[in-house]
């Protein structure tokens, strides 16, 4: 067997004339998916006789990168590959099934409800006719040519008439209201169809490509042909399960590639790559261009203010069970299977770690249909050890939020993405994580605990006047939170509270409990730290069953006369 490839050549000049041309029956076998565009190799069999001979991709995407196509090789024939060529054509019909399915669709909608308008149109010329011959018959005729006046409908004829009009002007009502329901109906349906067909005319529309690879084949024999080409519509994005195992003390992390497509072709069992190249970026570190400063002039300054509020409102512009009970027996039968079963596992795709960026290849092959539906494939699984630590704000909310710090022990880099915080088997939250590169820490918020009470009271609010010749007032505020651990084991526990700060050197105040010199900084660790918002952090490991009182005392002192804002 042979191999051969040729990169990278496309739209060349003119193919011979004398070249056999031989049609390619193939199908996507490989996609590299990258963030905003994606890579298809298409594969296909063929038999060459000794020669020149036009090999012909048909059907391909109208929107992919002409320099973007690449060819290789392998098989009996003794062949060289001379060059590619992409052409564009455009067709009566819609090249892409789906799109032309839903075209059909709306077509039947719109003849459906060309159908209601009709006969709509003709119970309104019914309802109009009646209405013309009730005034008719109500009007008074015109004298005849010898003076005298035709005879007036007899009562009996009126109510005749009257109970035709009431009759028909009521069916024809309740016609008009099942015919409004019946448009409705057809209407919604026909805005989706719409909306479908919106997102997947964006992959080509009533064009398509075909991609010729000119083959030399000094032997005879069969060549498994590959051309692969770039495409648009195309992108993936990480998601993730965070499953904290309590007792364990261990974080589940389970890494997901979120993949959708609408190139125009759908990927049917194929070999799926996840990149986290990103190539939009291009090659090299942007060049910046000569940084000017110059006197501004007053024209050019009104002009300049004036860009800056159109700028500032277009963004505003723009934005649119458990088990029964049962006989001893039952119970060991079923404690018995329960004890053979096992948790299903995700499937581990291999990575590779290149020079700038990592390949997730899916272990087993993947379907994305050309919808932009989302597909959700499994990229890895591992465990991290989780340091657990309990935080809360009481004064804003009287609650212990449980915290894992961990370490990304894996080889590859973790990036940005959704995630889903489970609690042992109890769904937590939805958040975000940054990027975490292999040996970073990070952090995973797994909501309020229970186990943890935390109650903040306020003890003491005392205002007394202070001073015999100026005239002050004090202000002594006293606190207590009480933290209960109900938990099983011991639990590291931070308690965060706010301390004012004075801006004004009239305003003192003044920390009585703790006292300064039991307070720490970040720098110098203590069990009480002073952080940079001005609050205080309390830090301490409490044991099962245990309480701690936190007490918060300060005094605010200004001027009697002097107006404070931000007092409680």
Not at 181 to 192: M, V
Not at 266 to 279: I, Y
Not at 318 to 341: H, I, K, N, P, W
Request: proline share 5%; glycine share 8%; charged share 20%.
């Amino acid at each position: 067997m042979k191999r051969l490839a040729l990169p990278c050549l496309a739209c060349l000049a003119a193919l011979p004339a004398f070249a056999a041309t031989i049609p390619a029956r193939s199908a996507i076998t490989a996609v590299t998916v990258y963030t905003d565009r994606a890579v298809v190799t298409r594969t296909a069999t063929v038999d060459l006789p000794a020669g020149t001979h036009e090999v012909v991709f048909e059907g391909l995407p109208a929107t992919l990168a002409d320099n973007s196509l690449q060819a290789s090789g392998r098989g009996t024939a003794t062949a060289t590959i001379l060059d590619l060529a992409a052409r564009q054509l455009f067709v009566a019909n819609t090249p892409n099934e789906r799109i032309r399915a839903l075209e059909d669709d709306l077509k039947t909608v719109q003849r459906q409800i060309r159908v209601l308008d009709d006969r709509a149109a003709i119970v309104n010329d019914q309802r109009n006719f009646v209405g013309r011959m009730l005034t008719a018959a109500t009007t008074a005729p015109a004298p005849g040519p010898g003076g005298t006046s035709p005879a007036r409908p007899s009562l009996d004829e009126w109510r005749q008439l009257q109970a035709y009009s009431e009759e028909a002007t009521t069916k024809w009502a309740k016609e008009i209201q099942e015919l409004d329901k019946q448009r409705e109906e057809l209407n919604a349906g026909k805005t989706a169809i719409e909306r479908q067909l919106n997102e997947l005319r964006g992959a080509g529309g009533r064009s398509q490509k075909n991609v010729t690879v000119r083959v030399d084949a000094t032997g005879g024999g069969n060549l498994q042909l590959a051309v692969s080409y770039t495409v648009p519509n195309a992108s993936w994005m990480p998601s993730y399960d965070a499953r904290l195992r309590s007792a364990a003390r261990t974080v589940e992390l389970t890494y997901f590639g979120v993949v959708r497509q609408n190139t125009g072709e759908d990927w049917t069992n194929v070999a799926l790559t996840l990149s986290t190249a990103r190539p939009s970026l291009g090659g090299a570190a942007p060049e910046y261009a000569q940084w000017w400063v110059d006197v501004q002039q007053a024209a050019a300054l009104a002009q300049s203010s004036m860009m800056r509020m159109e700028m500032a409102v277009a963004p505003t512009a723009a934005a649119a069970g458990g088990r029964g009970g049962g006989g001893r027996g039952v119970a060991m039968d079923v404690a018995d299977l329960e004890s053979r079963q096992q948790n299903a596992l995700f499937a581990q795709a291999a990575v590779e770690q290149g020079a700038t960026s990592a390949i997730f290849k899916i272990a087993t092959p993947a379907t994305v249909p050309a919808n932009n539906t989302i597909q959700k494939v499994a990229i890895n699984s591992t465990g991290l050890a989780a340091d657990l630590q309990y935080n809360s704000t009481p004064k804003l909310r009287e609650a212990a939020y449980l915290a894992a710090k961990a370490v990304n022990t894996t080889d590859f880099p973790l990036l940005a993405g959704t995630l889903n915080t489970f609690l042992d088997d109890t769904f937590v939250a939805t958040g975000s994580l940054k990027t975490v590169l292999p040996g970073e820490k990070f952090d995973l918020a797994l909501g309020s605990d229970d186990g943890v009470a935390i109650k903040r009271r306020v003890v003491n609010r005392f205002t007394e006047n202070t001073g015999l010749t100026n005239g002050k007032r004090l202000i002594t505020y006293e606190q207590v939170i009480t933290v209960t651990n109900n938990k099983k084991t011991a639990e590291k526990i931070t308690v965060r509270e706010p301390v004012p700060a004075s801006r004004n050197e009239q305003i003192v105040v003044k920390m009585l409990t703790p006292v300064e010199k039991d307070i720490g900084t970040p720098e110098v660790k203590k069990d009480i730290v002073r952080e940079a918002n001005g609050g205080l952090a309390w830090e301490f490991t409490l044991q099962p069953g245990g309480k701690r009182d936190i007490t918060l005392k300060f005094s605010i002192e200004h001027p009697a006369d002097v107006v404070v804002s931000g007092l409680e």
